[in-house]
């Protein structure tokens, strides 16, 4: 694909089915396994990268600490400018970028161009914060004594990131970690390793134009056993990983057993409830997009509606008409709505769910399958179906990413809200209603129970403005706005006493 091989050289991407490698950051090791990069649009190899050995492994930690003792010791304000200049060069490859991601990772192009804004917004927000990164002082109970916090930086940040959103979950990561005086070494998903290839040299230009060292972003490649290498590493102090909740529990159980940090960001079960109060246009929308879009495969894609008996009926009709139009294909090709999964195994995981299912005693209004023939050559293009169940089922308790969207039926507020909140995952939720006691008892103590709660929005997609994560099985983990840079940093208290004696606190006598 010559547009797609254009793309690659103006990222700096060799594509030589050879070891990549600026330095010795990555790929180092020509013995190496090669780890291939297949794009799910088209089944056609892309490339191949090499996955990290140990040794380059510790290479790279001596590399990043190295560079550490350098980067903290810039004024916060000074390593924005470096974020801000990387904004900008995101800007100029926002482009080719959003196409890479999508040809590798099967997202729409409009929703690929959309991952690098989410860059380039969370590069702007942490500029901005380089000049805040604020501590309180307070009053101290001993006379001439003063009392604050301040916060320095971790050291090395692991971040861990996963496929389908192959570049942002790094950003948001990176530009946090590093206006905090951190460095980072990234292992990015085992399926997009392109992508991150291509961040890394957009990043490595622009420390190179500072005299930055490299070590400050790094790049290792390979699967879980490579970022197993981090997560049992007490040299990484905070590990942020993004991922299946199976793969949070075991890094948060790795993490935990050397009392690191870790910030998980993992699955979800989404649901909206559609009010007899709601706007059912609009609702019909947030539902569609939600449950079809990146072909359901974000970690805030709608699983659930939990719709009101009195429209129930209406509303399914209206999606069942919605789902007729829907235009599945290339995601390079604009007019098309739906994507491919990204491979084979999720295609099968697709299938295995829509079997249990019905195994279960679902009933689907909106039959699912695999599309063939030769648009669909790569064997990932499926279809995105509807089943009405019940909110117990094993199968409606799991996160299936793939375009399955459930319908349950309720009676009462207070019982949608159980069914919204009766499930392990705890990530993004919203309700559909003109009510105003409905949307305030909604995001209230006694209402959804998710990290993102929205009303008249659907649950998919969010600004990097706010803090973004969930509770229970999603991890815990808050990235992104607000004070989640908090999360990268660590708090001292400090108290100063400029008088002539010194007094105990809690008025202790100790007489010599
Ligand atoms: P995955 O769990 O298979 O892999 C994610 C990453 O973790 C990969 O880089 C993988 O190599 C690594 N990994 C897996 N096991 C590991 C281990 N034991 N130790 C160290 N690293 C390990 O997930 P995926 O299929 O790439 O992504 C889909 C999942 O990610 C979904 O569950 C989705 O909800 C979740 N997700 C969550 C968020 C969020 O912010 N909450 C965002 C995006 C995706």
């Known amino acids: 694909n010559t547009n797609i091989q254009s793309i690659l050289d103006q990222l700096g991407v060799k594509t030589n089915n050879a070891a990549f490698s600026t330095g010795s950051i990555w790929g180092g090791d020509s013995n190496a396994r090669s780890l291939e990069s297949s794009s799910p649009v088209d ?25 550490f003792l350098e980067w903290r010791t810039v004024p916060a304000p000074k390593r924005g400018e470096i974020v801000r200049q990387f904004g900008d060069a995101l800007r100029e490859n926002k482009e080719a970028l959003g196409t890479l991601v999508s040809y590798e990772m099967g997202k729409s192009l409009q929703e690929g161009f959309g991952e690098v804004q989410e860059m380039i917004d969370i590069c702007d927000f942490a500029v901005g914060l380089s000049r805040q990164l604020y501590g309180l002082t307070m009053h101290s109970e001993r006379p001439s004594h003063r009392m604050y916090e301040q916060w320095h930086p971790l050291g090395i940040v692991g971040i861990i990131s996963a496929f389908n959103f192959p570049v942002a ?19 990015p998903s085992e399926k997009t390793p392109l992508t991150a290839v291509a961040c890394q040299h957009i990043i490595a230009k622009v420390f190179k134009a500072n005299d930055v ?10 699967d879980r056993e490579v970022g197993e290498l ?53 609702s019909l929308i947030g539902a569609v997009f939600g449950a079809v879009g990146t072909a359901g495969q974000r970690c805030t894609s709608t699983r659930r509606l939990i719709i009101h008996e009195s429209v129930y009926n209406a509303f399914k009709d209206k999606l069942v008409k919605a789902y007729d139009q829907l235009r599945i294909g290339n995601p390079l090709d604009q007019n098309n709505h739906v994507g491919p999964l990204i491979d084979k195994d999720a295609v099968a995981a697709y299938l295995d769910s829509i079997e ?11 039959e699912g399958g695999v599309l063939s023939g ?8 499926v279809k995105p179906c509807i089943a009405e169940v ?9 996160e299936t990413f793939a375009p399955i969207l459930y319908l349950i039926k309720y009676k009462t507020l207070d019982e949608a809200i159980t069914l919204q909140n009766g499930v392990p995952q705890g990530l993004s939720s919203a309700i559909m209603t003109l009510n105003l006691r409905e949307a305030e008892q909604f995001l209230s103590a006694n209402g959804s129970d998710c990290g993102i709660a929205n009303v008249n929005i659907g649950t998919s997609g969010a600004e990097i403005g706010g ?5 229970k099985e999603t991890g815990g983990g808050r990235e992104s706005g607000s004070d989640a840079w908090k999360a990268y940093m660590r708090r001292q208290t400090n108290t100063i006493n400029y008088s002539n004696t010194l007094p105990l606190a809690q008025g202790i006598k100790f007489d010599l």
């Open 213 to 222: 060292s490299e070590g400050v972003c790094n790049l290792i490649l390979g």
């Open 169 to 187: 979950v790094w950003s948001w990561n990176a530009a946090l970690a590093l206006v905090c005086g951190n460095v980072c070494i990234w292992k």
């Open 467 to 471: 803090a973004f994560g969930g509770e």
């Open 374 to 381: 030769a648009h669909y050559a790569s064997g990932c293009y």
């Open 230 to 282: 981090m997560t049992k590493d007490g040299r990484v102090p905070l590990i942020s990983a993004t991922g299946s909740t199976r793969m949070g529990k075991e890094v948060g159980a790795a993490v935990g057993a050397r009392l690191g940090k870790s910030l998980l960001e993992l699955g979800g079960n989404n649901a909206i409830i559609i009010s007899e109060h709601a706007d059912l246009d609009m």
């Open 43 to 67: 089944g056609h190899l892309i490339a191949s990268t090499k996955v990290s050995t140990d040794e380059d492994y510790n290479n790279v930690v001596l590399k990043a600490h190295e560079a």
């Open 390 to 398: 019940s909110n117990d089922f094993k199968i409606v308790q799991h």
């Open 356 to 366: 249990k299912c019905k195994n279960e005693g679902g009933n689907f209004v909106v």
